[in-house]
């Protein structure tokens, strides 16, 4: 563990997460997350089936565990519209083979915090996910409690777009989830501004008198946005309209 005091910072390298990782792996999420994930999962994650993942190492330990992962992030490739954020692509989705990166987990240990771990193993998810030119964004959810979670997330440009009400049950309670996504590829919301634009020239050459039911829907989602931002708390949000 690093010295918090110490001006020597480690030298941090990524790589795939491997077999000999299971251990490890195991062991830190047992440390940092509320959830125990089964065997099967960490199985999954090791052996690269259906999970892509990365691990940060400390290549300047002098020990045998410079090859120990002190971070990982891990992902799920999901079809677009099997997923379910699909209403969050609908206005540029006429392609059925969309897809999405999800990210299953993130974490780094205690001693390696606040080294800009977390970021650089988001970004390598980033740049994967934007690296296929069918996937349209990465995606994933946040206990609605965990605050660091969410200004790290918000950090990386991520954008909050849904409350979900419930969607974790942990120790017989119930939690809501925030909902992120960073746009990869041309992909966006469908009250992005490009549509806002588009939505307003249809109307104008159709003379359309009456309201765009979209538009109103878009309306109410800015200010529930808004007043998340503004640190009020909302509750039953179940608006398919964002920005």
Known sequence: MLDPRSEIYPTIEYRPIQPSDLEALEKIHLALFPIRYEREFFLNVVSGN?????GAVDTSRSDDR???IIGFVTTRMIVAKDSEIEDLFRYN??????TLVYILTLGVVDGYRNLGIASSLVREVVKYAASISNCRGVYLHVISYNQPAISFYKKMLFKLVRRLPMFYYIRGQHYDSYLFVYYVNGGRSPCSP????????AKFWSKEDHCNPRWARCQESNILLATQSNKRMISGDNTRCHV
């Open 50 to 54: 259906g999970i892509v993942s990365w």
């Open 66 to 68: 410079r090859d120990e």
């Open 93 to 98: 989705s006429s392609r059925k083979d969309l």
């Open 194 to 201: 490009l549509a806002f634009v588009k939505m307003l020239v």
